[in-house]
């Protein structure tokens, strides 16, 4: 055997051991797209193992392929059809892999063209950095920066958000909204006779009977302690009484918590757009006043009408 050949082999054995032990997915195509070598990490990320050679995985095409944002990557538009395409690098591209199981990996997609010593295309080398635990991290913090620890409702970050969205909406020529701020009634009385786990037992049981009440486009939050608040999409005056006093009445059923049956009330205060603020601070303000006014004058529910003062639950003016 002529020793050149030898070596020949003998580097390729070596490279693909290389190759094989690389903590990436690696795969390499031709001109035309076809895959012709892929290592273990590759089955791994997309579940399978490509078919070599074969116009049915060209551009990996028997997969689903997404970018970042959610949208359906187009075979044809891939890191790596745009690597031999354009003849250039394409490098850290955030990509979603859907794999035939329907498990979803998420990857750095790096390609780059392949040349022989005389500069001609030989196809592309394409890398697959997973970075689904990374992501997934991601989304729980993002998740606990949003939401409330104790009943997984939203919380006023994510309320905020929601309300900036329906002015941005309303404003390019979208339905109005209502914000409604409640307060429960004599929750601290709870609290001190039958301890904290039942009050948390009972801001948990808040969630479902408020988020039965509105509809998916609603909004419904933990603002912290014993107070909730709910954004409604196309609402005017007439249904957010309307809600209001569903959600008063569904927050007055009974309850069982631990071996006590209660029974707790609440305080909801309404303020409109446009009549009772066209941004987010009047909102807020407005139907936090117009919540300690049904607190004050125990009707359960008020609008806010201008006329109303800024009183504090106990009576003073608000700090």
């Not at 551009?59 to 538009?77: I, K, N, W």
């Not at 892999?97 to 790096?110: F, M, T």
């Not at 080398?125 to 920066?145: F, G, H």
């Amino acid at each position: 055997m002529d020793a050149s050949i030898h070596d020949s082999g003998q580097s390729q054995s070596f490279l693909l051991q290389v190759l094989d032990t690389l903590p990436a997915a690696a795969y390499t195509c031709d001109v035309s797209g076809l895959i012709t070598y892929c290592n273990r990490n590759a089955v791994d990320v997309w579940g399978r193992t490509p078919r070599i050679n074969d116009p049915a995985d060209r551009f990996c095409g028997s997969y689903r392929l997404f970018y970042a944002d959610g949208r359906l990557m187009p075979h044809e538009e891939c890191w790596m059809a745009l690597a031999l395409r354009d003849q250039a690098s394409y490098n850290g591209q955030e990509v979603v892999i859907e794999q035939p199981s329907g498990a979803i990996r998420w990857a750095l997609a790096h390609a780059n063209p392949m040349r022989d010593a005389e500069g001609r295309l030989l196809g592309a080398s394409n890398v697959l950095v997973d970075i689904t635990d990374r992501k997934r991290i991601e989304e729980q913090l993002a998740y606990q920066a949003t939401h409330d620890a104790l009943t997984g409702l939203p919380n006023r970050s994510k309320l905020l958000q929601a309300l900036s969205k329906a002015l941005n909406e309303v404003e390019a020529g979208g339905e109005p909204f209502a914000l409604l701020l409640l307060d429960l009634d004599g929750f601290k009385r709870i609290n001190d006779t039958f301890g904290h786990e039942a009050g948390d037992e009972v801001l948990m049981q808040m969630r479902p009977r408020l988020q039965k009440v509105v509809t998916r486009d609603d909004l419904v939050a933990r603002l912290g302690g014993d107070e909730f608040g709910i954004v409604l999409r196309g609402a005017d005056e007439l249904r957010a009484r309307r809600v209001g006093a569903a959600i008063l009445a569904s927050i007055g059923l009974p309850m069982r918590v631990g071996e006590q049956r209660l029974t707790v009330g609440a305080s909801l205060g309404i303020a409109t757009w446009p009549d009772q603020g066209r941004d987010v601070s009047r909102l807020l303000r407005h139907a936090d006043l117009a919540m300690y006014a049904a607190k004050r004058a125990r009707s359960g529910l008020e609008v806010y009408a201008g006329s109303q003062p800024a009183l504090s639950p106990s009576g003073g003016s608000p700090a």
